[in-house]
């Protein structure tokens, strides 16, 4: 895997505040990389950082092998950005900002016309592209913005928190296209609070809290990491007594709701795999069999609340 | 195709420059005002001052037109575009702050060559005769540069809010006019007047205008020339660099 993104020991002071502390990670090429943490945790400073909008105390970025600080602009040429307000020129239309972009990104005109048309049609503004911008809504404006970040078909998009305070046909059509980019081949550096949105899309996510890096791993390894106690969810096609389920590898405990039964265990697919043979022995159907893993809600408030000092 | 080279950066320059022009310049307040400020001034003096010959009124008013048009609006540019978060879509683009700056001096300068050729043309309309055409013309395009790259360097406190920069930008902008040979001559200005002027460029400029309508001058052309050049340069790099320590601030 080749590494996109590469910081290290990136900081950021303001002040007495250290809004950044030493944080380091790779975002490797073709990943949607989730990057988490409750508000004011430093997520938009790291991003501001590792964009070249501003630059850092200490540490260093890499991205898409130019250093951020002593190559910007062959850095910035080859990556897109959406940041979380919206900041396209309300003065113009959504033609002129994306011509704008364009030749801010040095493509020639006919292509920058192609590419305009395109993305407008993908994000649905084509019929409002003369329109100027300041009679947007705020989901539309996002678009635009989506649009604007592609308009020179970068390798790596950064997102902070594109869908904050959006409505649902937006989150979704932005959400939808993240997906199909990244299909494409898009590396996606995607920063968010929604939980929900980091557990359907990222491949992995970084939680930072306090400016400080307090888990990265994969959505699911994160979720099961925090509880190293788990439970499933089991039911029969017919009555099955309490300590037969007790008994079973790697059982600790069974507790019955409704006409299911939810068993504690240290070992999840140890436990899987004798409720199955116990299901064969016992001659008796399994109807429905869940693991209840803690959410990356769960996940996200262990670990930030693990990492307050 | 080297996105940091110098001609890319140029031709990206001239993007920001057309975008200026297009949001902050067309506008028809700063179209009206760009004009109505200098010609209030203009006849203010003119009626109140009538010992003045008209050759070296118009002069001044040419040089107070470029001065406060090329430096009208380019010191708001950068605290409105913080406010709006434009700045920080501009910064997260391939372009260097030194970019930005020269695209918002190219639009203060071409707005500020706009206007005060029509102020150039109401002195020919009043029956003034240009003696020496091209030397107008290239110092108005040398001046313009100096007076953008003045504007710019007004914008460089780091502060969001336009009005505490315009409030600035008055208090530099106004005194300097009367330091300038504009409403008094420079003969008639007493040892220390003439020590302030010659630490203004608008001084040279207006001594070239006077210049080029009446063939007088008070210091030698070429030394006219060559401080407005070297003012030109010195606000050019200096606004430069001083932006690309502050802009960051602004984020």
Redesign the interface.
């Known amino acids: 895997m080749t590494a996109i993104i590469q910081a290290s020991n990136l900081t950021k002071v303001f002040g007495k505040s250290t809004a950044v502390d030493h944080i380091s990670f790779d975002v490797q090429k073709g990943e949607i990389f989730g990057f988490l943490g409750p508000n004011g945790a430093g997520k938009t400073t790291t991003t501001r950082m590792l964009t070249g909008v501003i630059p850092p105390d200490a540490g260093t970025a890499t991205i898409l092998g130019h250093d951020i600080q002593s190559e910007p602009v062959q850095a910035k040429q080859r990556f897109g950005v959406v940041p979380e307000t919206s900041n396209a020129y309300t003065d113009l239309s959504a033609w002129q900002n994306l011509m704008l972009m364009g030749e801010l990104y040095g493509l020639p005109r006919t292509r920058a016309e192609e590419r305009s048309s395109d993305l407008l049609g993908m994000v649905e503004l084509l019929e409002k592209k003369d329109q100027k911008v300041q009679a947007y809504s705020k989901g539309m404006k996002q678009r635009l913005i989506l649009a604007m970040a592609l308009i020179h078909e970068p390798e790596l998009l950064f997102l902070d928190e594109p869908t904050s305070g959006l409505d649902v046909q937006s989150t979704q059509m932005i959400l939808s296209l993240l997906r199909d980019l990244n299909r494409q081949g898009t590396t996606i550096f995607l920063t968010t609070h929604n939980m929900e949105e980091a557990n359907r899309l990222c491949h992995r996510v970084a939680i930072i809290r306090c400016g400080k890096m307090a888990a990265i791993d994969a959505p699911e390894k994160l979720k099961v990491a925090i509880d190293r106690v788990h439970k499933i969810e089991v039911s029969f096609a017919r009555e099955i007594p309490a300590d037969a389920l007790a008994g079973l590898t790697g059982v600790i405990g069974a507790n019955r709701t409704g006409d299911k039964w939810q068993v504690t265990t240290e070992n999840r697919d140890a436990t899987i795999r004798s409720l199955v043979t116990f299901s064969q022995q016992n001659s008796t159907a399994i109807v429905t069999l869940n693991t209840l893993a803690p959410s990356l809600d769960d996940a996200f408030l262990r670990l930030t609340c693990e990492a307050q000092p | 195709?080297n996105?940091?080279g110098f001609s890319?950066?140029v031709?990206?320059a001239?993007?920001?420059a057309?975008?200026d022009i297009?949001?902050y310049y067309l506008k028809g307040p700063v179209l009206i005002f760009g004009v109505f400020m200098p010609v209030a001034l203009f006849l203010a003096f003119f009626m109140g001052s009538r010992q003045l010959p008209l050759s070296f009124l118009i002069s001044g008013l040419v040089g107070m037109t470029l001065f406060f048009t090329a430096t009208a609006v380019s010191p708001a540019i950068f605290p409105w575009e913080g406010q709006?978060?434009?700045l920080?879509?501009?910064?997260?683009?391939?372009?260097?702050v030194e970019t930005i700056v020269f695209g918002d001096m190219i639009a203060s300068t071409l707005f500020g060559i706009g206007i005060t050729i029509i102020t150039v043309i109401i002195g020919l309309a009043l029956g003034l005769s240009l003696l020496h055409g091209i030397t107008l013309l290239a110092i108005i395009l040398l001046a313009a540069c100096c007076f953008s790259a003045i504007g710019m360097l007004l914008a460089v406190p780091p502060t969001n809010v336009p009005s505490n920069i315009m409030m600035l930008s008055s208090l530099i902008k106004f005194p300097l006019v009367f330091i300038s040979g504009i409403f008094v001559p420079l003969e008639q200005m007493p040892f220390w007047g003439l020590v302030l002027s010659v630490c203004s460029p608008l001084t040279y400029f207006t001594d070239l205008v006077r210049y080029s309508f009446t063939g007088d001058h008070f210091f030698p052309v070429v030394i006219d020339i060559a401080a407005l050049a070297v003012f030109t340069l010195v606000f050019t790099v200096g606004t430069m660099f001083l932006h690309k320590k502050t802009m960051?601030k602004r984020?």
């Open positions: 195709m996105p940091a890319e950066q031709h990206r001239w993007a920001i057309k975008k297009r949001i709006a978060k434009t920080e879509r501009l910064a997260s683009c391939p372009v260097t960051p984020m």
